[in-house]
Structure formats: C-alpha cells, structure tokens
C-alpha cells in the first residue's frame, strides 16, 4: 500500500474506475448476449409459426409429400439446422435429417417435456418454455423451438376425419437454428467491450492521475516544501498560498499566518536572549569581582592575623643585629681592626649577614602572601606551598603552644593550581586549626599530603572540640562564623570553598566532638579546572 497520498487516491479512483468499468462491461455484454437470443427466439418462432402456415393446406389435403418438401426447402436455409415433426405418440414422422427419421421419444425428452412436464399436459406453453438450447457434441450451440400443431376444427371436420375433435394436439414441429452467428457477434461484441472499457480506464486513469498531481500532488508538496521551511527556522521565506482548492487555500493561509506569528515570536525571544545574557553578563562581572574582592578581604583579613607574629619575629633578629653592630663598633679602631680581633669581627660580621637574612626570609615570604598577582594556574609543588605557608605562622603557633605536624609526601606529583590561592587555602585551614584547640591542654594540628588515584589530597586534622553536626552543613556559608565577636566574620572558610571549587577540587569535612576536625582537600591533577581558573582571571583581569 503506497504512503504518499497522491498515491492511495490515484489507487483507489483508479480501482473504482475499474471495478465500475468492469461491471458495466460485463452487464453490458450479458444484454447485447440477451438481446441477441430474444431476436433468435422471436424469429425461431415467426419461423415456426411461417412453416405450419405453409405446410397447413398441404396436410389439410393430406399431400404429406409436399409438405414435407416445403420444410426441406426451407430447411435448406443458412442457418437453420433441422426441422422434425413428431406425432402425437412421440413418433419422428419426418426430418431434414435422414438419420432422425422414424425414431421416437418419450415423454421426458425435452421435445416432448414443452407439454408433458407437468402432470397435467399444457396445450397452449408459453413461448419460454417452447425455447431450448442445446450444445451439439461438436461443441456448437443450438436453438431448438418446439410449436405444437394444433387439431383445428377444419382438420377435425373434414371429409378424411383423421383426427377426433377431442384430440387438442397433433404434434410438434420443432426448428432447430444454428447459435454460430450469435456466439460470433456475442464473441466480437465482447472483445469490443473488453477494448472500449480498456481505452476508458486508461483515459479515465490518465485524467485521474493529471488532476491529482494538479490538484492534489503539487499543492501538498509545496506545503511541505513550506513547512520544511518553517522547521529548518527559515522564517522570512513565505509560504505560497495554494488556490486550487478552498481547504488547501485555507490550510496554506492558516500555515502562513503561523508562519509570521512564529517568527515574531522567535524576534522577540531571540531579543529577550540578548538582553538576558547581557544581564547575565554583567552579574557574571559583578559576581567575578565581588569574588575577588572576596579573596583579597580574606587575605587581608589573614594578613592581618600574621602582622604581630611576624613583627614579634622580625623583632628578635634585628635586635641581635643591633647588638652585634653595637660589639662590632667597639672592637673598630682609628686604626681599623686589631689583629687579636679579626676573627671576632668576622663571626660578628656573619651573625649580622644570617639575622638580616632572616629578615629578609620572612618580609619576602609576608609580601609573597600579600602581593595580588595575576591568578594563573602553572604546575606547583603543593609541598613546597606548605612549608612557605607554615613558616610564615610558626612563630604565632609557637606562642599559642601549638605543635605543627608534617607528614607530607614525597614523591606527591606537581599539581596544576595558582599557587598563591593555594597558600590562601592552607593558610586558613591551619589558622582554624590552631584557633580550635583553644580548649586543649596539648595543642595540635596535623597537615598531610598524599596520592589518591589521579587527585592529590591535602588532611588537614587538629585535635580540638569538633563541630556540631548541626553545623557541618554550614560552615562554608559566607559569615557564617561561631566565633565571638571581633574573633571573625565568617569568610575564611567561604573563601577557601571557592578557590577549591574553581580549582576543580574538592573540600570535604569529618568531625566528631570532643574528636577534632579533619579537612579533606582533592585536586585534580589533570586541566579540568582550567576553565574555572580562565573565569577567575578574566574576574581579576575586570
């Protein structure tokens, strides 16, 4: 069955057609057939009746001989194959056919069947029933027409009184006519049918097939073409308006409109798009920087935290400095060093070189931490970050009595991060480390590093009170803080949040009270932070 409607309506007007055709063409071979036999009957029985005419005033003098001449004379007719004439008794008495002569039937032959079929015999049947037509065994067909001969009363009365007036009926004459002319037109007849309803199907198909391309096929094809159009957002190009018909005229206007409706409906959100993503783009900028602004806060704010430490620190050296310069002073002379002396000077004098190398270690380190420079991600030496970044709060820890444990790994590969974020991160881990052991006797805090799959983790573990589960889930909100106040605003943790999660990482948290803390830092060490990271900079670029 073909999909395409053309198609199925092609096929189905084509099928009517023919099965319309056909039926007519049969129903019309079967009336000419019909027509042509009632024109054989009717002149089977004019021909009949035309024979017993003739021959009626030879048998009325009894002259058989003539008689039977007339009917081999006629008989001799194309046309006519026999003509035979029964008795009363069933008695052939005469024939055209020599071999029929003398034979007799009985009374269910189908001569005789004309009269004798019901109990009762007729005299008068009707004309249908005095109509047979047999087929010979040389396959032709024939017509045979049996016409009673009635006793008249002049053939009763006559002088010869042959037949008592009681007697209705003397015999049969029955004609037998060829049906080979009439199977000959009936066979031309219908050739001629079967051609015509051929030409008129493949007309009527041809027509068919032109007006459902005209009115159908076309029309629907440049809907689709159109409504192709309109799916592939090709919006400006208008859809013809189909006019061979209301409804399809209809559907391509109603097509159209929605056409033009759809396309200002795409204006307008394709301008509200615009606008959105320029309103995303600015708090996107806006975010980026309030973020940075963010970060420095809290580096300022933990600057802050370090100042007195690393004032307290730098204190000490440039003391031992000034004193050495002061020893120094009185071992010169006007006379420059003396010679017991020397090596004395030189031991002051290398004193002095390591203090202000010390000085000079822990400025660098404390502007390294404060400088705002550029985010970048670079492969960096995790390790390395967390010695720089525990230096610079050793000397705090110290006062606060608090132990601070390495256990770092070795072989811990590079890690794609920005390194002066990351000692942000450490920074304030180890800081509210320190700050929760308050409560303790013996204060610790404990950093390790370690390989786990294709991340590095940072543990970051102090022994202090641990956090209530309650608040587990908001420590990393920003100024969330339980802290006193003056202690803290609540953004270290924020902070710290941020920058691992631009990273690509992850920041877990695991504590039990009266257990300590632990942190869990995971970096990856593939890119995948790099398009955090690009964000970031773009942000600190802003």
């Known amino acids: 069955m073909p999909k395409r409607l053309a ?11 023919v ?57 001799m007719k194309q046309g006519i194959d026999r003509i035979r004439m029964f008795n009363h008794s069933g ?26 079929s019901t109990p009762k015999p007729r005299v008068e049947p009707s004309l249908p029933s005095r109509v047979r037509i047999a087929r010979e065994p040389h396959r032709r067909r024939v017509l045979a027409m049996a016409t009673p001969i009635y ?36 066979a031309d007849m219908r050739w001629r049918v079967v051609w015509i309803t051929a030409v008129e199907i493949v007309l009527i198909g041809i027509f068919i097939v032109l007006f459902t391309r005209r009115f159908v096929s076309v029309p629907i094809a440049q809907l689709i073409k ?126 002095v070189v390591g203090e202000t190398t010390r000085v000079g270690r822990i400025v660098s380190d404390l502007l390294s931490f404060s400088r705002r420079s550029k985010p970048q991600r670079a ?58 052991t308050a409560g303790k006797s013996q204060r610790k805090v404990l950093l390790k590093t370690c390989l786990r799959g294709d991340r590095a983790q940072l543990r970051v573990r102090d022994n202090g009170e641990g956090i209530p589960r309650e608040n587990l889930t908001k420590i990393f909100d920003p100024f969330f803080t339980t802290k006193s106040e003056g202690k803290g605003v609540g953004l270290g943790l924020a902070v710290t949040y941020g920058i691992i999660e631009a990273h690509g990482g992850e920041i877990e948290v695991e504590s039990q009270m009266g257990d300590g803390t632990t942190f869990v830092v995971s970096l990856p060490l593939n890119d995948q932070a790099a398009p955090a990271l690009a964000g970031a900079e773009a942000g600190h670029t802003q």
């Open 7 to 17: 198609s199925k309506l092609t096929l189905s007007l084509t099928v009517i057609v």
């Open 19 to 75: 099965i319309i055709a056909a039926g007519w063409g049969y129903m019309n071979v079967r009336a000419e057939r019909r027509q042509l036999l009632d024109l054989m009957v009717m002149g089977a029985d004019q021909l009949s009746k035309g024979i017993a005419s003739a021959t009626w005033h030879a048998m009325l003098a009894d002259r058989r001989g003539d008689a039977y001449q007339v009917m081999y004379t006629i008989a």
């Open 91 to 116: 008695l052939i008495v005469y024939s055209t056919n020599p071999e029929d002569l003398h034979g007799r039937v009985d009374k269910s032959a189908a001569t005789c069947a004309v009269c004798h």
């Open 151 to 186: 006793n008249e009363p002049s053939c009763s009365q006559a002088e010869c009184h042959a037949h008592p007036a009681s007697m209705k009926v003397l015999g049969i004459l029955d004609v037998a006519l060829s049906l080979d002319a009439v199977d000959r037109e009936a």
């Open 226 to 351: 159109g409504t192709k159009a309109m799916s592939e957002m090709e919006l400006d190009k208008p859809l013809p308006v189909v006019r061979t018909s209301q409804e399809l005229e209809q559907l391509s206007t109603s097509f159209d409109n929605m056409r033009k409706r759809l396309r200002l409906a795409v204006a307008e959100i394709n301008d509200f798009t615009q606008s959105l993503e320029s309103k995303v783009e600015q708090r996107t900028e806006q975010l980026k920087i309030a973020h940075q602004k963010l970060l420095q806060t809290d580096r300022l704010a933990s600057l802050g935290r370090l100042s007195a430490s690393v004032a307290h620190e730098i204190n000490n050296p440039i003391s031992g400095v000034l004193n050495l310069s002061m020893l120094m002073q009185r071992v010169l002379t006007d006379n420059g060093i003396p010679e017991g002396r020397v090596l004395d000077f030189k031991r002051y004098l290398g004193q």
């Open 379 to 436: 492969p960096a030496d995790l390790n390395r970050i967390i010695r720089t970044t525990t230096s610079l709060v050793s000397h705090k820890l110290k006062l606060s009595s608090v132990d601070l444990e390495l256990e770092l790994d070795e072989h811990l590969p590079l890690v794609p991060c920005d390194a002066s974020q990351m000692q942000q991160v450490v920074l304030n881990l180890v800081l509210n480390g320190a700050e929760a």
